[in-house]
T-cell receptor, first 114, second 115 residues
Framework: AQKVTQAQTEISVVEKEDVTLDCVYE???????LFWYKQPPSGELVFLIR??????QNEISGRYSWNFQKSTSSFNFTITASQVVDSAVYFC???????????FGTGTRLKVLA | NAGVTQTPKFRILKIGQSMTLQCTQD?????MYWYRQDPGMGLKLIYY???????DKGEVPNGYNVSRSTTEDFPLRLELAAPSQTSVYFC??????????????FGPGTRLLVL
């Protein structure tokens, strides 16, 4: 069975602090895809990144970076020098190659305080 | 392109009433999905479709029905609304396999309150 666990329900940081959001996944498939989405207070879901299981290269996009480690089944998301606009709920998701279903974690609510 | 559109944005239903949530995408995506998001919770898959005429149940299909007569439209029908169906409903579409940025494109959501 596939599963995504985001153990951090809510995190509060002060602006300019770095913060890491954890995502642990479970799957027996060797080919799968991992995603991160952002849901700001306005409610829409915004795609942030997709990572394939055969590509363990870490990715950096501005203040955002993602650390994919197959050995620990983790796909963690780090925001460097957080800003108030980063306040949102962040979801990690998994899709395996044999299905068209996306499995979402329960989300981590990030509060960045000014 | 408008992407994924959903109507209505907000609706109040009385217990036992029925309604249809509309979802349309203009990206020619084969795959479409309906999720519900309860307050403070993650997304749960209700139904999905891999093409016109093909639908399948997700995690929480009870109390809902779907149809997919065209590639663009994927309406969600609520029969006999119950307070437990109070939620925000998101429609999404995707074209799995598109590289490198395959993802689901989400609509803005429909907020439903059943009283």
């Amino acid at each position: 069975a596939q599963k995504v666990t985001q153990a951090q329900t809510e995190i509060s940081v002060v602006e300019k602090e770095d913060v890491t959001l954890d995502c642990v996944y479970e799957t027996r498939d060797t080919t799968y895809y991992l995603f991160w989405y952002k849901q700001p207070p306005s409610g829409e879901l915004v795609f942030l990144i997709r990572r394939n299981s055969f590509d363990e290269q870490n990715e950096i996009s501005g203040r955002y970076s993602w650390n994919f480690q197959k050995s620990t089944s983790s796909f963690n998301f780090t925001i460097t020098a957080s800003q108030v606009v980063d306040s949102a709920v962040y979801f990690c998701a998994l899709r395996t190659s044999g299905t068209y279903k996306y499995i979402f974690g329960t989300g981590t609510r990030l509060k960045v305080l000014a | 392109n408008a992407g994924v559109t959903q109507t209505p944005k907000f609706r109040i239903l009385k217990i036992g009433q029925s309604m249809t949530l509309q979802c349309t995408q203009d990206m020619n995506h084969n795959y479409m999905y309906w999720y519900r998001q309860d307050p403070g919770m993650g997304l749960k898959l209700i139904y999905y479709s891999v093409g016109a005429g093909i639908t399948d149940k997700g995690e929480v299909p009870n109390g809902y029905n779907v149809s997919r007569s065209t590639t663009e439209d994927f309406p969600l029908r609520l029969e006999l609304a119950a307070p437990s169906q109070t939620s925000v409903y998101f429609c999404a579409s995707s074209f799995p396999g598109q590289t490198p940025q395959e993802t689901q494109y989400f609509g803005p959501g429909t907020r439903l309150l059943v009283l």
